[in-house]
């Protein structure tokens, strides 16, 4: 039986999968923070959960100290979205938040468990298509993306020679709490069971970076290889509409 760890499995694309690999038969440790949540999880076959705050780093190092089970795949999928409202007034603590949700916890999630990854395993990390173009309101949400993504790249690099591979998945809109909150459309949105379904197939064939859905995904990432000029155009045309 394979063993995969989850962080954010409490809720979303994290809990999907989580459900999802159990039901494949794989044994999952779900992580989250809401114990109400992991114990629902922890009902089902093949589940058993950790709880913990993704801004809690003391205990994250300590959770990583006492974990003695060897890791086929670890998806480091935790995090949060909020978006700065008004320029002029910029919420730094807002900033500091998302950031250190986002992108400093996921980095003493790694450091916690990459340890315990075995030879021939695995490493995601759950970014977002965001960080493909320039968004109104998004400086927090996508600055966080746009440096998990550089980590997924960099860190691959690094663990090559341990034979560990690295996944970066970029989502485009998926139907989760997170997006529920959001107040301007989302073209293409897809449900947790379609993004769960293509993430969990990406990995099984260890691709280097996985989008979800497709065309969406597909469609910005060839807009942000536009010259930044013209990236600047489109994404004001999109704030006028």
Known sequence: MKTVLITGATSGIGQQMALDYAKDGWKVIACGRNQQKLAELSSNDNIDSS???????ERIAEIGRDHSQALDLVILNAGTCEYIDDVMAFDTDLFRRVINSNVIGTADCAGAFIPHIKTGGQLAFVGSSASFLPF???EAYGASKAAIAYLAQSIAVDLA???IDVSLVSPGFVTTPLTDKNDFEMPMKISVKQASEEIRRGLSKRKKHIKTPRLFTSILGLLGQLPHSIQHWIALRMVKS
């Open 51 to 57: 709880q913990f705050d993704l801004t809690d780093a």
């Open 136 to 138: 109104n309101r998004a």
């Open 161 to 163: 020679p341990h034979n």
